[in-house]
């Protein structure tokens, strides 16, 4: 602002005062604006936190991913001479590694004679430890796992795989049975359900202690399960994986094998892209019409105020103070509905994790407030920029005439 003796500098709190009151003033007209950018607002907070915790969700449902974030470390048996062992030092280099939840070392016969009474199923045979079931997607359907306790006493218990409990017992129960597995008696504590692969509905599995005291060419571990925190690491997972166990048996490198499934990891990430792309595509579509909401309301606002406008440049206020007068008004509306949108947006995300029963990072959600706050205010500015361009080159006689 200034006057005729000479220009008055317009404080900052002045112009934030006046520019506030002007919007209170004219609400009604910005309200419809202010509702899409916070919507769009709201929208990015929920879908940019929820989706990362979504992701990891998705990541821990096995049955989804196809156990695509499972690797199988293996000795491939058509190289040449080589000592096909792993070691339990092996298993414990591998725990120690980042992102990695479960490392299971695994013992096995291809094929076995089960007993019961009078019934008889060829099966597979496995040793395993507690740390198996969480590299599966099968889950305990009745009675328990396999337990630490029983790899460390070599407990004679078995846990039975589906087609196993069908042919072995039919519709009888058998919790606490006893199996013969080859020529040795096993007592039945737990039978799979959920997703079993074939291999695992037609096996009987054991403390790996138990099958490699109990049974010929089972001393030796040949396999090691795997199973990888997030989907978006396990190409590296298994690179180091690798790295880890060339480096333990080296001479006989050439051999190991890691198992895994490309084409699964990319199944995965280009669904979950495609709808990210999609829910941001349209929050953006949301925003920018926000966007063009409010370079019309203050273009109304120019034309409203035209004669005003006139009136103060022949009183002398420069062309920067009416530009930055405009456009601060363009900037508190963006902003302030980024606020309400925030807000809206954090008591959503709230809400969705106690239906959804899902943990949320606190620095992701901090981020996506910052982002989405930060988005308004570059909105305010661009939204803003012609109509204060257009208030500021106004010719104060042309204005004053206008009706």
């Not at 792993?86 to 089960?114: E, G, H, K």
């Not at 690798?242 to 895994?260: P, W």
């Amino acid at each position: 602002m200034s006057g005729i003796g000479g220009e008055i500098p317009l404080k900052f709190e002045d112009l934030i005062t006046m520019c506030w009151r002007l919007v209170l003033r004219n609400r009604r007209r910005y309200k419809a604006v202010m509702a899409g950018i916070a919507f769009g607002t709201a929208g990015f907070i929920v879908i940019q936190t929820m989706g990362d915790s979504v992701e990891h969700k998705i990541n821990a449902n096995l049955e989804l991913l196809g156990e695509a974030t499972i690797l199988k470390a293996y000795w491939d048996e058509e190289e040449q001479y080589h000592p096909g062992q792993f070691y339990m030092r092996d298993v414990a280099r591998l725990r120690r590694l980042s992102n990695l939840s479960a490392v299971a070392p695994v013992v096995s016969l291809q094929l076995i004679s089960a007993h019961h009474r009078a019934m008889e199923y060829k099966c597979r045979l496995y040793g395993v430890d507690d740390a198996f079931w969480r590299t599966q997607t099968a889950t305990i359907a009745r009675g328990r796992l396999i337990s630490p306790s029983d790899v460390v006493a070599r407990k004679k218990v078995c846990v039975l795989g589906s087609d196993v409990v069908k042919y072995l017992f039919g519709e009888d129960d058998p919790l606490d049975k006893v199996v013969r597995v080859g020529n040795l008696s096993f007592r039945v504590i737990g039978i799979l359900g959920g997703m079993q692969q074939s291999d695992i509905r037609s096996a009987v599995f054991m403390p790996i202690n138990t099958a490699q005291n109990l049974f010929e060419g089972l001393h030796w571990i040949r396999e090691i399960y795997i199973r990888v925190d997030d989907w978006s690491r396990v190409e590296w997972a298994r690179q180091q994986v690798l790295e880890l166990l060339k480096n333990a048996h080296v001479g006989y490198d050439h051999s190991i094998r890691i198992q895994h499934y490309p084409e699964r990891i990319k199944k995965v990430q280009a669904t979950v892209y495609v709808v990210k792309l999609f829910i941001y595509s349209s929050l953006v579509v949301t925003l920018i019409l926000g966007g063009i909401g409010i370079t019309n309301v203050m273009l109304a606002a120019v034309q409203d105020r035209t004669q005003e406008i006139g009136l103060r440049k022949a009183l002398g206020a420069k062309e920067e103070i009416i530009l930055l007068q405009f456009l601060t008004e363009s900037v508190l509306i963006s902003v302030l509905a980024g606020v309400f949108g925030g807000g809206a947006g954090l008591v959503i995300v709230q809400v969705l994790k106690t239906v959804l029963e899902i943990s949320v990072s606190f620095a992701v959600m901090t981020g996506s407030v910052v982002v989405g706050l930060a988005f308004t205010l570059l909105l305010g500015i661009l939204s803003g920029l012609y109509p204060s361009m257009r208030a500021s080159r106004l010719d104060p006689v042309e204005a004053m005439k206008f009706e």
